[in-house]
């Protein structure tokens, strides 16, 4: 079992950088993939970073250059810092994690995601 709790949501001007993290617990939790979701009022849920167990890095292509994804294993915290917000970036950000054995091949496909937080809002205003 695993468990996931994010926090740092916020609301920030366009332009703006905010840091989400997510504790987790469970020792097998950063063996397999962890990933940031979120989803917009209205919209599906998307992908928006993850990293593999050995750590590789994949970003959706609307956030690429401003989102950066980390985990820090001595903290047991998964981090997105994310800077130049844009008003579209507005959405209820989800930690996720594969849990399992060890896998370095990561994708956006929610369903491949066993655990998940609760969220934390982001707003971001023009």
């Known amino acids: 079992q695993a468990q996931l709790v994010e926090s740092g949501g916020g609301s920030v001007q366009a332009g703006g950088s905010l840091r989400l993290s997510c504790a987790y617990s469970?020792?097998?939790?950063?063996?397999?993939?962890m990933a940031w979701f979120r989803q917009a009022p209205g919209k599906g849920r998307e992908g928006v970073a993850n990293?593999?167990?050995?750590?590789?890095?994949h970003y959706a292509d609307s956030v690429k250059g401003r989102f950066t994804i980390f985990r820090d294993d001595a903290k047991n915290t998964l981090v997105l810092q994310m800077n130049n917000l844009k008003p579209e970036d507005t959405a209820m950000y989800y930690c996720?994690?594969?849990?399992?054995?060890?896998?370095?091949?990561?994708?956006?496909?929610?369903?491949?995601?066993?655990?998940w937080g609760q969220g934390t809002q982001v707003t971001v205003s023009s």
């Open positions: 469970g020792y097998t939790v950063n063996r397999g993939c």
């Open positions: 990293i593999g167990g050995y750590g590789s890095l």
């Open positions: 996720a994690a594969e849990g399992g054995n060890w896998n370095n091949l990561c994708g956006f496909a929610s369903q491949g995601y066993k655990y």
